[in-house]
């Protein structure tokens, strides 16, 4: 590394270590080396079994360590480890077009490219492409719903590319329910309503994540009932995800859910083994990783549940296998992702001894008012799981959980969500769960 970059890297690693644990660190981060810089833009070189992940996980968290330990206004791009600097334009043109992207809150490798198409999800799909080519003038609103992890988030990043590059210039705004939410308190709270409504009424196309978690929020109901008014009604393109069918999201008044089924409703399924097959050996190529196709036959095999279960399983055994320099194979695939079952019904009881006992903490502690770390955690993931698998409201899993008050279970849910994105290991090991308590065929 040249000399003038070796005290800027030190800063930002020196940063990044306060920000994730030593594990993770030494996983994921630890192999990072700085290629260039140019202007305000970091150019880090990551392996290439990691790369994407890097990219998808951890970029927020490289920004974030950058803008502390080189300049305020800092960008990161991850490069393969390969890549040497170019012209200086060329860079930094890249650069600005890498930053436009993420300035509209889009993940510049969600595309239509890369979305894997089955039987299990070729209607989302087919619908999402249409809206992309004609928004606003088929498919308004388009909702698609689906199990976590299945690409519904996928699909409205790759609607959002598509139109950045062939839009001609229409505003595209994505965000998920707890942005929008946020942003909404923060102009009620500094009375700033009027820049909140042109963010989200002056666009042409609004793409909004997972918006189940409406439930119990009267006045951001209310706020997106008039947003949506005021889209649909000027021919402006809505597209809507969730976990659950308009029909099924419990607390909702009638008069938003009758608008979010009123255009075209599409689910995603979980996808089928040729399918999973054939995510996971478009996964490797673009994390050029050369693996054994009986590897991936494993993986796809045993891992049922939802694509990012897929990618996170893939990525934990090459990674495994890189840092011990030893070949990845079927073998430690079955090593690493080794799942027990159990033919019980699936209730509250279930994912409390469950969870307990996957995280090894005493299952009354779950619903006590301990707050040791690693019992806090095992119970934001039970709350999750019960969320998800049974339905349930916020205010009956609080109720269920030792009374608890439904904005700790919200919080407990998001918290969750977002640690799966950031964290493969995670990832797996709530797969894992979920995997024991969901029904065998």
Not at 55 to 70: D, K, M
Not at 247 to 264: H, N
Request: with cysteine; proline share 6%; net charge neutral.
């Amino acid at each position: 590394m040249p000399v003038e970059l070796e005290p800027i890297w030190t800063r930002v690693r020196d940063e990044l270590r306060r920000d994730v644990p030593d594990f993770k660190f030494h996983i994921w981060l630890d192999p990072l080396t700085l290629a260039a810089v140019r202007e305000q833009t970091l150019y880090v070189r990551a392996p290439a079994h990691m790369r994407s992940w890097v990219s998808e996980r951890y970029l927020s968290i490289l920004r974030a360590a950058a803008a502390r330990g080189f300049r305020s206004d800092a960008l990161v791009e991850i490069v393969s480890s390969e890549w040497e600097p170019g012209p200086e334009a060329d860079a930094t043109t890249a650069a600005l077009a890498a930053q436009e992207t993420w300035l509209l809150g889009l993940r510049p490798k969600y595309t239509f490219e890369e979305f894997v198409i089955g039987e299990s999800n070729h209607l989302a799909h087919a619908a999402a492409l249409r809206v992309a080519e004609s928004p606003g003038q088929a498919y308004n609103p388009l909702f698609i719903y689906g199990q976590p992890g299945l690409g519904k988030t996928h699909l409205l990043h790759a609607i959002g590319n598509y139109l950045s590059r062939y839009g001609s210039g229409l505003q595209v705004r994505y965000a998920t329910l707890e942005e929008f939410t946020t942003d909404f308190v923060r102009a009620v709270r500094s009375r700033e309503m009027e820049a909140f409504k042109r963010r989200f009424r002056g666009v042409d196309v609004l793409l909004l994540d997972d918006v189940q978690f409406l439930t119990d929020k009267a006045r951001t109901e209310e706020e997106l009932f008039h947003t949506f008014n005021v889209l649909h009604d000027s021919g402006r393109q809505l597209v809507l995800t969730s976990d659950r069918s308009p029909t099924d999201l419990a607390g909702l008044e009638q008069r938003l859910g009758d608008r979010f089924a009123s255009g075209l409703v599409a689910t995603l399924e979980a996808p089928d083994v040729s399918v999973r097959r054939a995510i996971l050996e478009k996964r490797a190529r673009l994390d050029a990783v050369d693996v054994d196709p009986n590897l991936l036959e494993e993986i796809a095999a045993g891992v049922t549940t939802s694509v990012r279960a897929l990618e996170a399983a893939l990525i934990k055994v090459v990674a495994y296998a890189s840092l011990r320099s030893e070949p990845a194979t079927p073998a430690l695939a079955r090593r690493l992702l080794d799942r027990p079952s159990t033919n019980e019904p699936c209730s509250v009881a279930t994912i409390l001894h469950a969870t307990a006992t996957a995280f090894a903490v005493p299952r009354d502690t779950l619903l006590a008012r301990d707050r040791r770390p690693p019992v806090a955690r095992a119970r934001k993931v039970a709350m999750y799981l019960t969320r998800e698998l049974l339905g349930q409201s916020l205010p009956e899993i609080g109720r269920a959980f030792g009374g608890r008050d439904h904005t700790t279970v919200l919080s407990a849910v998001r918290g969750v969500s977002r640690e799966l994105e950031r964290d493969p290991t995670f990832a797996i090991a709530v797969d894992n769960l979920r995997a024991q308590l969901l029904p065998r065929p």
